[in-house]
């Protein structure tokens, strides 16, 4: 089925490092997400983007997080500065809306903020 | 309260058992979806339904968006089936898919 990637697939970094999660989306999907989960807990939902904007996002989407998908490449999760409240597995996901709202799911990014 | 609502939290099968998953909705959704995270934490896609019913080997899933619930219904539960099951839903007026509290599902022999 319909893949997407996911780089890297862990980062240990220090807090207050700048991090990039990086994300290859399913090719002709337009819409693009990004959930936080901590260990064992809920998929939270943090944002999501179309057309070079961000649509929505959480109360957990703080200042310091940005997204971006310059040119069509890689749609990707900064966090800058980071904290140590940020580690997490970030999964990205991507849908094509014309064949109804189906999100495809990476296998995670897993951060560790120490 | 929470606008996906799941239950039950946790759930063990023996192995051949037959058991249903049920997730409540706050409000009106437009479609559900099921997933099946697997214990290196991958992300399985079980079936999306924007009304009605689908089958799949032996997972079944309902959702009725004017009754405001989805149901996963697992038939003669195998070992691999054990993961942690979230339905994800779509709100109207909204890009944003939520997702339940998940139900912990352990099978055993």
């Known amino acids: 089925g319909p893949k997407v990637l996911q780089i890297p697939s862990h980062q240990i970094i220090d807090m207050g490092q700048m991090v990039t999660l990086n994300c290859d989306p399913v090719s002709n999907h337009l819409y693009f997400y990004w959930y936080k989960q901590i260990l064992g807990q809920q998929m939270e939902f943090l944002v999501n983007?179309?057309?070079?904007?961000?649509?929505?996002k959480s109360k957990l989407f703080k200042d310091q997080f940005s997204v971006e998908r310059p040119d069509g490449s890689y749609f990707t999760l900064k966090i800058q500065p980071t904290a140590l409240e940020d580690s997490a597995v970030y999964f990205c996901a991507s849908s094509n809306r014309g064949q109804g709202n189906t999100l495809y799911f990476g296998e995670g990014s897993r951060l560790i903020v120490v | 309260g929470m606008p996906v609502e799941q239950n039950p939290p946790a759930l063990s099968l023996y192995e051949g058992a037959d058991s249903g998953l049920r997730c409540n909705f706050s409000t009106t959704m437009k479609s559900v979806q099921w997933f099946q995270q697997n214990h290196r934490g991958r992300l399985i896609t079980l079936f999306y339904l924007a009304q009605g019913t689908k089958e799949n080997g032996r997972l079944k899933s309902t959702f009725n968006s004017k009754e405001r619930y989805s149901t996963l219904h697992i038939k003669d539960a195998q070992l691999e089936d054990s993961g942690t099951y979230f339905c994800a839903a779509e709100a109207p007026n909204t890009d944003k898919v939520v997702f339940g509290t998940g139900t912990r599902l352990q099978v055993s022999p």
């Open positions: 983007f179309y057309n070079g904007k961000v649509m929505e």
